[in-house]
């Protein structure tokens, strides 16, 4: 199992950029994702989850910015991200709970961190 996530870059302040994440090989079924982020010096963080059904959370440091979404049928979860500050310059690195077989048990998968660069 993989996970590719993409659409990191160097945006200004107030700007926009949207994230992809794709899941593929062996997948039976993906449960939560979610996206992360860890600026420098800092602990990694939750910023956005997104249960198989819909339901999303998100902490108060993006919320009404970021909006998680996600595409079951083709594993794939977005990020978007809207009225970027530099304070949210960070790597931003997908997850997801994924049973590889029926019957199986849910591992937490991480795709590759994409760094974001908010200038000011």
């Known amino acids: 199992v993989q996970l590719q996530a993409s659409g990191g870059g160097l945006v200004q302040a107030g700007g926009s950029l949207r994230l992809s994440c794709a899941a593929s090989?062996?997948?039976?079924?993906?449960?939560?994702m979610g996206w992360y982020r860890q600026a420098p010096g800092k602990q990694r963080e939750l910023v956005a989850g997104?249960?198989?059904?819909?339901?999303?959370n998100y902490p108060d440091s993006v919320k009404g910015r970021f909006t998680i979404s996600r595409d079951n049928a083709k594993n794939t979860v977005y990020l978007q991200m809207n009225s970027l500050k530099p304070e949210d310059t960070a790597v931003y690195s997908c997850?997801?709970?994924?049973?590889?077989?029926?019957?199986?048990?849910?591992?937490?998968?991480w795709g590759q961190g994409t760094l974001v660069t908010v200038s000011s």
């Open positions: 997850n997801a709970d994924i049973r590889v077989h029926p019957g199986g048990s849910w591992y937490p998968y």
């Open positions: 090989g062996r997948i039976f079924s993906i449960n939560d």
């Open positions: 997104i249960t198989r059904g819909g339901s999303t």
